[in-house]
């Protein structure tokens, strides 16, 4: 993960990568790599953004990659 790759201070970027092997044994292990970008909005609020991509999805037999985008916005009370 890096700090700061760009001009904002307390923005955060990472990619992180793994394998999941399923317990069902005819199923493939799965290849993920996944990026995120996190802006620290203000001292309560931060809005992340990622991007997963699966290969092969074990669930998704008839795709050779699945992506997964997702988006969460963080209130701190």
Request: hydrophobic fraction near 40%; proline fraction near 8%; charge should be negative.
């Amino acid at each position: 993960a890096l700090r700061s790759p760009f001009v904002r201070q307390d923005d955060f970027f990472g990619v992180s990568g793994g394998i999941v092997d399923p317990s069902d044994e005819g199923l493939d292990p799965e290849y993920i790599i996944e990026a995120i970008y996190r802006l620290q909005l203000s001292h309560t609020q931060q809005l992340s953004v990622g991007l997963q991509a699966i290969t092969p999805p074990a669930l998704a037999p008839d795709e050779s990659t699945v992506g997964v985008f997702s988006i969460r916005w963080r209130f701190a009370f």
